[in-house]
């Protein structure tokens, strides 16, 4: 069985920093990409930035030179840091990962952290 364990949410003023930590576990061949989406309340959840495993990412239009994706293949983590955080950054943010059984390939989730920013 496949985990994803994300950690780092909380309450952060505008204009502050947050760093958002998901550690993958479980019985897989390998994790291919990963990353990281949101999902503000009332709105569909939508791609915030995602990381390839030879190290490719890429990122939302909204939060491209703020945010930064990178990945400890080793380890199976992914962290998203974010800077200069807004408003509309506010929501749940959700850990994915694509993982390779050997076979066939599947998406996993992890439960969600908030990210609130206030004004």
């Known amino acids: 069985q496949v985990q994803l364990v994300e950690s780092g949410g909380g309450l952060v003023q505008a204009g502050g920093s947050l760093r958002l930590s998901c550690a993958a576990s479980g019985s897989i061949f390998r994790f291919n990409a990963m990353g990281w989406y949101r999902q503000a309340t009332g709105q569909q959840r939508e791609l915030v930035a995602r990381?390839?495993?030879?190290?490719?990412?890429n990122y939302a239009d909204s939060v491209k030179g703020r945010f930064t994706i990178s990945r400890d293949n080793a380890q199976n983590t992914v962290t998203l840091q974010m800077n200069s955080l807004q408003p509309e950054d506010t929501g749940l943010y959700y850990c994915?990962?694509?993982?390779?059984?050997?076979?066939?390939?599947?998406?996993?989730w992890g439960q969600g952290t908030q990210v609130t920013v206030s004004s």
């Open positions: 994915n990962a694509e993982g390779f059984s050997g076979i066939s390939n599947r998406a996993y």
């Open positions: 990381i390839s495993s030879s190290g490719t990412t």
